[in-house]
C-alpha cells in the first residue's frame, strides 16, 4: 500500500480478508491461517489489524496465544487496532445473556492489559438490528455498560444500518455520549443511504470507516473501483473528519484469489485516495 499520509491515520484490515473461508462463512476469524496472515498483512503495507471475535473460543482469550500473538505482530512492527465482535451478529445485545457479556468483557478487559487497542466495535445491524422500542432500551443499556467497563483504554464503536437521523437519534441519548460509530461504504451505498448525511449529523462521532464496495440496492460486495463515490468523498472530506482514527478494508475478496483481490483494492483505493 502506498501511505502517503494527508494526517496520521491508522491503515489496517480485516482479519480473514488474507484467507480462505471456513466452511461457508465470509467472514470469520481464519484460525488455520491468522499467523500468515500477519507476514501478509506486512507484505501488503498495513499498519494494523482488525481482530475479529467470531465465537468464544478465538486465541486472543488464551493467555499463552496471547504472548505469542504480541511476538508476531512486534516482529512484523504491526499492531492490533481494533476489536470487532463479530458474534453479536448471531448474539445480539438485546438478547446476550448477562454472564456470556460478563466473560467477554472480562476477556477484553485482560487483553486491553496487554495491548492497546485503540477501539472495539459492535454490530448493531442486519441480524442484531434495533426493530423495537423495548430493543433500544436493552442495547443502550448493554453499550453502556461497554463504554464503562472499556472505554476507559479504547474507543466505542457501534457498525449500523441506521438511517442518519435515526443514528443520530440514537446516539443523542446521554448514557451514550462516548459512543462511537464505524461507517462501512459499502453498506452506505447498498442500504441507498448518503455519506454526505451521516457527515452532517455525526462527524465528530466517526471514529472508523471500512473500505467496502457494494452495488446499489443491496448489491454484492467487489473489488474497489477507480471510481467511488464515497471514498470520494471521504478523500475531499477528509480534514474535516475530525475524531477518525482509522481506515480499515473489508473488501471483497474470492476463496482462491484473496491476496490479488485485496491488491487490487489497495491498487484502486491508491488511485483514488493519493
Known amino acids: 500500500m502506498k501511505i502517503k499520509k494527508k494526517k496520521k491515520i491508522i491503515y489496517s484490515y480485516v482479519m ?3 484467507s480462505e473461508k471456513i466452511g461457508d462463512k465470509y467472514q470469520y476469524f481464519p484460525i488455520d491461517n491468522w499467523q500468515k496472515e500477519i507476514i501478509i ?3 501488503l503495507n498495513f499498519d494494523s489489524l482488525e481482530w475479529i471475535i467470531s465465537d468464544y473460543s478465538n486465541p486472543i482469550f488464551n493467555k499463552i496465544y496471547l504472548k505469542d500473538i504480541k511476538k508476531r505482530l512486534k516482529s512484523k512492527s504491526l499492531k492490533i487496532n481494533s476489536i470487532y465482535l463479530d458474534f453479536i451478529m448471531n448474539e445480539p445485545l438485546q438478547k446476550i445473556s448477562e454472564k456470556n457479556l460478563g466473560w467477554i468483557l ?3 478487559t485482560d487483553v486491553q492489559k496487554e495491548i492497546k487497542i485503540n477501539r472495539v466495535t459492535l454490530p448493531v445491524e442486519e441480524k442484531s438490528r ?3 422500542d423495548e430493543d433500544k432500551k436493552k442495547v443502550t443499556k448493554q453499550l453502556h455498560k461497554i463504554i464503562d467497563v472499556l472505554g476507559k483504554k479504547s474507543k466505542i464503536c ?3 444500518d441506521m438511517s442518519p437521523t435515526s443514528l443520530k437519534m440514537f446516539l443523542d441519548q446521554q448514557k451514550l455520549k462516548k459512543l462511537g460509530v464505524l461507517l462501512d461504504l459499502g453498506n452506505i451505498r447498498a442500504n441507498g443511504f448518503k455519506i454526505q448525511d451521516y457527515f452532517k449529523k455525526i462527524s465528530v462521532r466517526i471514529f472508523a470507516i471500512h473500505i467496502k464496495y457494494r452495488d446499489k440496492f443491496y448489491g454484492k460486495s467487489k ?3 477507480k471510481k467511488f463515490e464515497e471514498l470520494s468523498f471521504v ?5 474535516k473528519f475530525t475524531n477518525l482514527n482509522d481506515l480499515t478494508f473489508q473488501t471483497y475478496r474470492s476463496d482462491k484469489n484473496f491476496i490479488s483481490d485485496m491488491k487490487k483494492s489497495i491498487k484502486n483505493f491508491n488511485e483514488i485516495f493519493f
Open 106 to 108: 472480562k476477556k477484553i
Open 16 to 18: 480473514g480478508r488474507l
Open 41 to 43: 498483512a506486512k507484505k
Open 130 to 132: 434495533i426493530y423495537f
Open 223 to 225: 473489488i474497489i473501483p
Open 158 to 160: 457501534i457498525e449500523t
Open 235 to 239: 478523500v475531499n472530506n477528509y480534514k
